[in-house]
Protein backbone atom coordinates (compact mmCIF):
# COMPACT_ATOMS: atom_id res chain seq x y z
CA UNK A 1 0.00 0.00 0.00
CA UNK A 2 3.00 2.58 0.68
CA UNK A 3 3.95 2.16 -3.02
CA UNK A 4 0.84 2.62 -4.12
CA UNK A 5 0.99 6.42 -2.39
CA UNK A 6 4.58 7.17 -2.87
CA UNK A 7 5.53 10.38 -4.07
CA UNK A 8 7.59 9.74 -7.56
CA UNK A 9 10.03 13.21 -8.44
CA UNK A 10 8.26 13.38 -11.82
CA UNK A 11 4.57 13.65 -10.46
CA UNK A 12 4.17 17.59 -9.83
CA UNK A 13 6.19 18.14 -13.20
CA UNK A 14 3.89 16.21 -15.55
CA UNK A 15 0.36 17.07 -13.88
CA UNK A 16 1.39 21.07 -13.68
CA UNK A 17 2.22 20.63 -17.24
CA UNK A 18 -1.51 19.69 -18.55
CA UNK A 19 -2.63 22.50 -16.23
CA UNK A 20 0.30 25.66 -16.86
CA UNK A 21 0.10 24.48 -20.55
CA UNK A 22 -2.63 26.17 -22.27
CA UNK A 23 -1.52 24.47 -25.53
CA UNK A 24 -1.14 21.39 -24.23
CA UNK A 25 -3.74 19.42 -25.69
CA UNK A 26 -4.94 17.76 -22.06
CA UNK A 27 -5.42 21.12 -20.64
CA UNK A 28 -9.09 21.74 -21.06
CA UNK A 29 -9.86 18.22 -19.93
CA UNK A 30 -7.33 18.98 -16.78
CA UNK A 31 -9.48 21.96 -15.73
CA UNK A 32 -12.57 19.80 -16.30
CA UNK A 33 -11.46 17.25 -14.09
CA UNK A 34 -10.06 18.96 -11.52
CA UNK A 35 -13.43 21.03 -11.25
CA UNK A 36 -15.29 17.62 -10.73
CA UNK A 37 -12.60 16.40 -8.43
CA UNK A 38 -14.16 19.63 -6.41
CA UNK A 39 -17.59 19.20 -7.24
CA UNK A 40 -17.12 15.42 -5.55
CA UNK A 41 -15.91 16.34 -2.59
CA UNK A 42 -18.06 19.04 -1.85
CA UNK A 43 -21.38 16.46 -2.74
CA UNK A 44 -19.10 13.98 0.09
CA UNK A 45 -18.66 16.80 2.59
CA UNK A 46 -22.12 17.54 1.76
CA UNK A 47 -24.32 14.23 2.29
CA UNK A 48 -21.95 13.26 5.29
CA UNK A 49 -22.73 16.91 6.74
CA UNK A 50 -26.37 15.83 6.29
CA UNK A 51 -26.07 12.01 7.74
CA UNK A 52 -24.93 13.41 10.64
CA UNK A 53 -26.84 16.16 11.62
CA UNK A 54 -30.24 14.18 10.92
CA UNK A 55 -29.49 11.08 12.39
CA UNK A 56 -27.21 12.67 15.54
CA UNK A 57 -27.19 16.33 15.94
CA UNK A 58 -23.33 16.57 15.02
CA UNK A 59 -21.39 18.76 12.89
CA UNK A 60 -18.70 17.21 10.77
CA UNK A 61 -15.76 19.21 12.84
CA UNK A 62 -17.71 17.66 16.11
CA UNK A 63 -17.61 14.22 14.72
CA UNK A 64 -14.02 14.66 14.02
CA UNK A 65 -13.47 16.29 17.29
CA UNK A 66 -14.46 13.11 19.04
CA UNK A 67 -12.60 10.57 16.77
CA UNK A 68 -9.28 12.65 17.87
CA UNK A 69 -10.18 12.31 21.85
CA UNK A 70 -11.32 8.70 21.02
CA UNK A 71 -7.45 7.86 19.59
CA UNK A 72 -5.87 10.12 22.06
CA UNK A 73 -3.90 9.12 25.07
CA UNK A 74 -6.52 8.67 27.50
CA UNK A 75 -9.21 10.29 25.49
CA UNK A 76 -8.22 13.62 26.25
CA UNK A 77 -6.80 16.56 24.57
CA UNK A 78 -6.15 20.18 25.23
CA UNK A 79 -8.28 22.50 23.28
CA UNK A 80 -5.07 24.12 21.37
CA UNK A 81 -3.75 20.63 19.97
CA UNK A 82 -6.90 19.38 18.69
CA UNK A 83 -7.22 22.78 16.53
CA UNK A 84 -3.25 22.09 15.50
CA UNK A 85 -4.82 18.63 13.94
CA UNK A 86 -7.64 19.66 12.38
CA UNK A 87 -6.38 22.44 11.26
CA UNK A 88 -8.63 25.49 12.38
CA UNK A 89 -8.17 28.12 14.76
CA UNK A 90 -8.72 27.67 18.58
CA UNK A 91 -11.81 29.78 18.44
CA UNK A 92 -13.60 27.20 15.90
CA UNK A 93 -12.85 24.70 18.31
CA UNK A 94 -14.70 26.70 21.76
CA UNK A 95 -17.73 27.28 19.25
CA UNK A 96 -18.08 23.49 18.80
CA UNK A 97 -17.60 22.76 22.47
CA UNK A 98 -20.73 23.56 24.06
CA UNK A 99 -23.08 21.50 22.15
CA UNK A 100 -20.73 18.46 23.20
CA UNK A 101 -20.81 19.42 26.92
CA UNK A 102 -24.20 20.34 26.94
CA UNK A 103 -25.22 16.74 25.57
CA UNK A 104 -22.48 15.16 27.67
CA UNK A 105 -20.18 14.05 25.07
CA UNK A 106 -17.56 15.44 26.35
CA UNK A 107 -16.26 17.32 29.75
CA UNK A 108 -14.21 20.28 30.08
CA UNK A 109 -11.83 20.88 31.86
CA UNK A 110 -9.52 24.22 32.67
CA UNK A 111 -5.95 24.04 33.88
CA UNK A 112 -5.96 25.62 37.92
CA UNK A 113 -2.18 26.94 37.07
CA UNK A 114 -3.47 28.74 34.02
CA UNK A 115 -7.47 29.01 33.00
CA UNK A 116 -6.52 29.57 29.21
CA UNK A 117 -5.67 26.28 29.22
CA UNK A 118 -8.73 24.10 28.41
CA UNK A 119 -8.83 20.02 27.90
CA UNK A 120 -11.82 17.90 26.98
CA UNK A 121 -11.86 14.50 27.73
CA UNK A 122 -14.40 11.97 25.78
CA UNK A 123 -17.20 10.31 27.85
CA UNK A 124 -18.85 7.39 27.80
CA UNK A 125 -21.74 8.58 26.11
CA UNK A 126 -19.24 10.41 23.55
CA UNK A 127 -18.09 6.54 22.85
CA UNK A 128 -21.35 5.54 21.99
CA UNK A 129 -22.21 8.70 19.73
CA UNK A 130 -19.09 7.42 17.49
CA UNK A 131 -20.20 4.54 17.00
CA UNK A 132 -24.23 5.48 16.01
CA UNK A 133 -22.29 8.22 14.23
CA UNK A 134 -20.14 5.65 12.24
CA UNK A 135 -22.95 3.52 11.70
CA UNK A 136 -24.56 6.15 9.79
CA UNK A 137 -21.40 7.16 7.97
CA UNK A 138 -20.25 4.30 6.87
CA UNK A 139 -23.93 3.12 5.57
CA UNK A 140 -23.45 6.31 3.37
CA UNK A 141 -19.66 5.55 2.48
CA UNK A 142 -21.17 2.16 1.66
CA UNK A 143 -23.39 3.43 -1.27
CA UNK A 144 -20.88 5.49 -2.75
CA UNK A 145 -18.01 3.33 -2.78
CA UNK A 146 -20.52 1.12 -4.74
CA UNK A 147 -20.34 3.47 -7.36
CA UNK A 148 -16.46 3.17 -8.15
CA UNK A 149 -14.32 0.43 -9.97
CA UNK A 150 -12.36 -2.04 -7.91
CA UNK A 151 -9.36 -0.01 -8.81
CA UNK A 152 -10.74 3.06 -7.87
CA UNK A 153 -12.14 1.86 -4.48
CA UNK A 154 -8.18 0.62 -4.24
CA UNK A 155 -6.85 3.84 -4.83
CA UNK A 156 -9.35 5.99 -2.61
CA UNK A 157 -8.64 3.39 -0.10
CA UNK A 158 -4.54 3.29 0.02
CA UNK A 159 -4.42 7.54 -0.55
CA UNK A 160 -7.23 7.78 2.57
CA UNK A 161 -4.61 5.50 4.41
CA UNK A 162 -1.99 7.43 3.75
CA UNK A 163 -3.68 11.00 4.15
CA UNK A 164 -4.67 10.23 8.18
CA UNK A 165 -0.99 9.06 8.91
CA UNK A 166 0.34 11.97 7.33
CA UNK A 167 -1.97 14.33 9.04
CA UNK A 168 -1.96 12.26 12.18
CA UNK A 169 -5.71 11.04 12.03
CA UNK A 170 -5.02 7.27 12.19
CA UNK A 171 -7.62 5.31 13.86
CA UNK A 172 -7.33 2.10 14.92
CA UNK A 173 -9.32 -0.56 16.84
CA UNK A 174 -8.07 -3.80 17.94
CA UNK A 175 -5.49 -3.93 15.59
CA UNK A 176 -8.14 -3.10 12.48
CA UNK A 177 -7.43 0.13 10.69
CA UNK A 178 -10.77 1.58 10.14
CA UNK A 179 -10.88 3.24 6.24
CA UNK A 180 -14.15 4.22 6.78
CA UNK A 181 -13.37 7.07 9.03
CA UNK A 182 -10.42 7.41 7.24
CA UNK A 183 -12.02 8.16 4.08
CA UNK A 184 -13.91 10.78 6.00
CA UNK A 185 -10.91 12.46 7.29
CA UNK A 186 -9.43 12.75 4.09
CA UNK A 187 -12.02 14.06 2.38
CA UNK A 188 -12.24 16.73 5.02
CA UNK A 189 -8.40 17.40 4.63
CA UNK A 190 -8.52 17.66 1.16
CA UNK A 191 -11.34 20.27 1.34
CA UNK A 192 -8.78 22.03 4.43
CA UNK A 193 -5.92 22.28 2.18
CA UNK A 194 -7.55 23.53 -0.87
CA UNK A 195 -9.43 26.83 1.29
CA UNK A 196 -5.68 27.60 2.80
CA UNK A 197 -4.21 27.08 -0.98
CA UNK A 198 -6.92 29.66 -2.07
CA UNK A 199 -7.16 31.98 0.98
CA UNK A 200 -3.25 33.02 0.22
CA UNK A 201 -4.71 34.64 -2.44
CA UNK A 202 -8.23 36.03 -0.63
CA UNK A 203 -10.61 33.67 -2.72
CA UNK A 204 -12.65 30.96 -1.30
CA UNK A 205 -13.59 27.79 -2.21
CA UNK A 206 -17.34 28.25 -3.58
CA UNK A 207 -15.70 31.59 -5.78
CA UNK A 208 -13.20 29.39 -7.40
CA UNK A 209 -15.50 26.51 -7.86
CA UNK A 210 -17.47 29.42 -9.94
CA UNK A 211 -14.92 30.73 -11.71
CA UNK A 212 -13.25 27.25 -13.23
CA UNK A 213 -16.89 26.36 -13.82
CA UNK A 214 -17.12 29.68 -16.01
CA UNK A 215 -14.24 28.60 -17.66
CA UNK A 216 -15.11 25.06 -18.51
CA UNK A 217 -18.72 26.11 -19.59
CA UNK A 218 -17.44 29.15 -21.73
CA UNK A 219 -19.21 33.14 -21.70
CA UNK A 220 -22.95 32.94 -21.80
CA UNK A 221 -24.48 30.71 -18.85
CA UNK A 222 -26.29 31.96 -16.02
CA UNK A 223 -26.11 31.59 -12.83
CA UNK A 224 -28.94 29.18 -12.53
CA UNK A 225 -26.96 27.07 -15.34
CA UNK A 226 -23.35 27.30 -13.43
CA UNK A 227 -25.47 26.29 -10.21
CA UNK A 228 -27.21 22.68 -12.17
CA UNK A 229 -23.46 22.32 -13.08
CA UNK A 230 -21.74 22.61 -9.09
CA UNK A 231 -24.65 20.30 -8.04
CA UNK A 232 -26.03 23.66 -5.97
CA UNK A 233 -29.10 25.58 -5.32
CA UNK A 234 -28.83 29.15 -7.23
CA UNK A 235 -28.85 30.51 -3.87
CA UNK A 236 -25.50 29.36 -3.25
CA UNK A 237 -23.71 30.82 -6.14
CA UNK A 238 -25.18 34.42 -5.24
CA UNK A 239 -22.71 35.33 -3.06
CA UNK A 240 -19.46 34.08 -5.03
CA UNK A 241 -20.65 35.49 -8.10
CA UNK A 242 -21.24 38.96 -6.51
CA UNK A 243 -17.94 39.23 -5.11
CA UNK A 244 -16.06 37.81 -7.92
CA UNK A 245 -18.27 40.98 -9.95
CA UNK A 246 -17.14 43.32 -7.57
CA UNK A 247 -13.46 42.04 -7.91
CA UNK A 248 -13.59 42.44 -11.75
CA UNK A 249 -13.23 38.65 -12.41
CA UNK A 250 -16.24 38.06 -14.12
CA UNK A 251 -18.98 40.37 -15.86
CA UNK A 252 -22.75 40.27 -16.55
CA UNK A 253 -24.41 40.94 -19.77
CA UNK A 254 -28.46 40.98 -20.13
CA UNK A 255 -29.26 37.58 -21.85
CA UNK A 256 -30.46 39.16 -25.39
CA UNK A 257 -33.75 35.73 -25.75
CA UNK A 258 -34.36 36.95 -22.03
CA UNK A 259 -34.11 40.12 -20.69
CA UNK A 260 -34.73 39.38 -17.08
CA UNK A 261 -31.95 37.12 -16.91
CA UNK A 262 -28.22 37.99 -17.63
CA UNK A 263 -25.09 35.88 -18.93
CA UNK A 264 -21.77 35.23 -17.40
CA UNK A 265 -18.04 35.33 -18.53
CA UNK A 266 -14.84 35.77 -16.68
CA UNK A 267 -13.00 38.85 -17.61
CA UNK A 268 -9.18 38.20 -18.74
CA UNK A 269 -8.57 38.76 -15.04
CA UNK A 270 -10.99 35.94 -14.32
CA UNK A 271 -9.67 34.09 -17.09
CA UNK A 272 -5.98 34.15 -15.93
CA UNK A 273 -6.50 33.83 -12.26
CA UNK A 274 -8.33 30.38 -13.04
CA UNK A 275 -5.33 30.00 -15.34
CA UNK A 276 -2.26 30.71 -12.21
CA UNK A 277 -4.42 28.71 -9.61
CA UNK A 278 -5.23 26.13 -10.98
CA UNK A 279 -2.30 23.99 -10.79
CA UNK A 280 -2.08 25.33 -7.22
CA UNK A 281 -5.56 23.67 -6.27
CA UNK A 282 -3.80 20.62 -7.99
CA UNK A 283 -1.04 21.05 -5.54
CA UNK A 284 -3.88 20.34 -2.11
CA UNK A 285 -4.64 17.15 -4.01
CA UNK A 286 -1.16 16.17 -3.80
CA UNK A 287 -0.29 17.15 -0.40
CA UNK A 288 -3.82 15.42 1.27
CA UNK A 289 -2.02 11.70 0.49
CA UNK A 290 1.10 12.47 -1.53
CA UNK A 291 0.25 10.71 -4.63
CA UNK A 292 1.71 9.12 -7.37
CA UNK A 293 1.06 9.72 -10.51
CA UNK A 294 -1.23 6.94 -11.69
CA UNK A 295 -3.18 7.55 -8.33
CA UNK A 296 -4.08 11.08 -8.39
CA UNK A 297 -5.15 9.94 -12.62
CA UNK A 298 -7.11 7.10 -11.31
CA UNK A 299 -8.95 9.94 -8.46
CA UNK A 300 -9.29 12.43 -10.76
CA UNK A 301 -10.90 10.09 -13.50
CA UNK A 302 -13.21 8.70 -10.43
CA UNK A 303 -14.15 12.04 -9.86
CA UNK A 304 -14.99 12.66 -13.44
CA UNK A 305 -17.42 9.53 -14.22
CA UNK A 306 -19.13 9.94 -10.47
CA UNK A 307 -19.97 13.52 -11.72
CA UNK A 308 -21.50 12.09 -14.82
CA UNK A 309 -23.88 9.81 -12.82
CA UNK A 310 -24.86 12.15 -10.93
CA UNK A 311 -26.05 14.33 -13.30
CA UNK A 312 -28.23 10.94 -14.53
CA UNK A 313 -29.29 9.61 -11.20
CA UNK A 314 -28.69 10.82 -7.72
CA UNK A 315 -25.64 9.00 -5.64
CA UNK A 316 -25.71 11.95 -2.85
CA UNK A 317 -28.25 13.47 -0.33
Partial sequence: MSDVCATTSNTQDIHRLRLEDQANPEHFDALEHESDYLTVMNLLFRSISHVLTEHCGLTTLQYRMLLRLLSAPGQSLRTTDLAANLYVGPSTISAAVPHLVDQHLVIRTEDPNDMRVVSLSLTSAGCAEIEKADLCVGEFLQCYWANLTPEQREAAFASSTSAVTLHNARRVENGTFRLDTAFFDTVMISRTLTAAKL???????????????????????????????????SSDVTAPIKALELRGLLSKERNDDNRRTKSLKLTQSGWDLVEQLAPIVYDALLETCHSNEEVVDIHLAAAHEVVGRERGAAVFA
Fill in 199 to 233: AEYNLKTPEYRVLIALRVLGPGVTASQVAKYLFLK
